[in-house]
């Protein structure tokens, strides 16, 4: 059955909020080949691309629709105890640790002797920040308040659900709970404001193989993704006043340190973005978060004084495999050498506390950066629950109910998530890589594709890779850091 590719609030029956809400933004999602006009038709699902979602007859007739908001995030260990579970999950994951496919079944011993390695040195880093992650509070509390951002502003009851995706509450525990509410039209945001496929990529991957395994469960729901909302002016604008008061922190006589370095003419203050890293080979293979993340850092530096130098880099790589650059323990020192003094440094990536701000930022990187000469330090929070982010995710929620939906399937084929695999995602999955009804398919002449020889060159670097974590456990020597822990 087919229905009209109208908004998601029209298709539920919320009409009556449709005049109220904002101009509508792309949300940063990078949309199929082809515009879909509104009267196109186009199977709207919520589970199985083969299976119909429901008649518009059903969906409007409802007076009051269930709408939901599932929120994505990474998770983290509450307790000391959850430590070695947590960085199994993590490590299982081939989207954080890809294996060419004769490799692919030893993934779970591997993570195993990983987790069983890392556990304790994890330990020691979550106890140095209070035991355990706080980003689960962190999520709860986001959505806690978004929701009544949304009720307060626009006058709609929404439920909101925290879908982690190494530790509880899991997603699949998230969907179980949707359905027991019998949501029928539901809003998917990953809490990445930048789309890459280690992060918002791999929380899609586990919501498409549960709508297509259980697609009977999902024939009352229909629902929207927004990949990535990195450009939005909400968000960047809650960047900047953050970052704002970080700057005008720095006093006059750190100021007139600065001043007196080199030639004088260095800018006074600096800020330097770090985001999370991700493999080259993600860039090359069609990832779009090293562009998404330069647009993002250029639409902040725009909203800054003139007298801010500012500097990007990656954090948190792994093994012998090459990772975006430059590395933050690279730029660090280097800062330090060209004379720098005053500091900002901005978890660009994270929307919430967690282990990589307050272990590897705070500590680690701190402690760098004093050894570097870098004398004031600053550290701008994560946005957490500051009002302007929590009222921008309110506003982008119903810019999603009333924009044309974008399912699960349509934001991986679009963001290029089956080109990153080195086994297609197609194959290992079962999606249709057709797009939904023929729709963002054709890539043209495949040059995102991996060419035979950077295949070759991926799989010998993904054996090196599993060398590595052989004779880093053989040994007893740590060599690997991935996402903080």
């Not at 539920?12 to 101009?23: E, H, K």
């Not at 978890?347 to 701190?366: A, G, K, N, Q």
Request: glycine letters at 8%; proline letters at 6%.
């Amino acid at each position: 059955m087919k229905i009209s590719a109208l908004p998601l609030l029209l298709a539920s029956g919320v009409t009556g909020f449709l005049p109220t809400v904002p101009t509508p933004h792309t949300n940063g999602a990078i949309r199929l080949q082809a515009s879909i006009p509104l009267s196109t038709d186009y199977d709207v699902i919520g589970g199985n691309e083969e299976t119909s979602a429901m008649s518009m007859s059903s969906i409007t007739a409802s007076e009051n629709p269930r709408v939901g908001v599932l929120m994505l995030n990474l998770g983290g260990p509450e307790t000391s105890d959850d430590v070695e579970g947590f960085l199994y999950n993590l490590f299982a994951d081939p989207d954080i640790i890809q294996l060419p496919g004769p490799l692919s079944p030893l993934q779970p011993l591997i993570a195993w002797f990983i987790s069983k390695r890392r556990a304790p040195k994890s330990r020691e880093a979550y106890e140095s920040i209070g035991g355990g992650s706080p980003i689960l509070k962190y999520s709860n509390e986001q959505a806690r308040l978004i929701a009544e951002s949304i009720q307060q502003k626009y006058g709609l009851q929404v439920k909101t659900y925290i879908g982690m995706r190494y530790w509880y509450p899991f997603t699949e525990e998230a969907l179980d709970q949707i359905q027991k509410d019998n949501i029928e039209a539901l809003v998917i945001l990953p809490l990445y404001p930048q789309f890459s496929i280690s992060t918002s990529g791999s929380s899609l991957r586990v919501l498409q193989e549960d709508f297509s395994k259980h697609s009977a469960k999902y024939k009352n729901m229909v629902h929207t993704v927004v990949p990535s909302w990195y450009d939005r002016p909400g968000y960047v604008q809650a960047m900047v006043d953050l970052l704002t008061e970080e700057l005008d922190s720095f006093t006059e006589e750190e100021l007139e340190e600065q001043r007196q370095v080199g030639d004088g003419t260095m800018k006074p203050r600096h800020v330097l973005f770090s985001a999370h890293g991700v493999p080259k080979s993600y860039i090359e293979a069609g990832d779009p978060y090293q562009t998404q993340m330069e647009e993002c850092v250029q639409k902040i530096s725009e909203k800054l004084p003139d007298d801010v130098g500012v500097h990007l880099s990656y954090q948190s790589r792994v093994g012998p495999i090459e990772w975006l650059r430059p590395y933050t323990d690279d730029v660090l020192p280097g800062l330090g050498e060209q004379g720098v003094r005053n500091l900002v440094v901005v978890p660009i990536s994270f929307v919430s506390e967690h282990i990589e701000t307050l272990e590897e930022i705070d500590i680690e990187y701190r402690e760098l950066a004093e050894e570097s000469g870098i004398t004031n330090w600053r550290r701008c929070p994560a946005l957490n629950t500051y009002s302007g982010f929590v009222d921008d995710m309110a506003e982008l929620v119903m810019e999603a109910l009333a924009e044309p939906a974008q399912t699960v399937t349509e934001a991986c084929v679009a963001n290029r998530v089956r080109d990153v695999e080195l086994q297609p995602l197609d194959e290992r999955l079962g999606i249709n890589t057709a797009g939904v009804q023929g729709v963002g398919g054709d890539f043209g002449d495949g040059n995102l594709l991996l060419r035979d020889q950077e295949r070759l060159i991926a799989r010998v670097a993904m054996v090196g890779v599993a060398l590595t974590i052989f004779l880093e456990f053989i040994n007893g020597k740590s060599i690997l850091q991935v996402f903080g822990v």
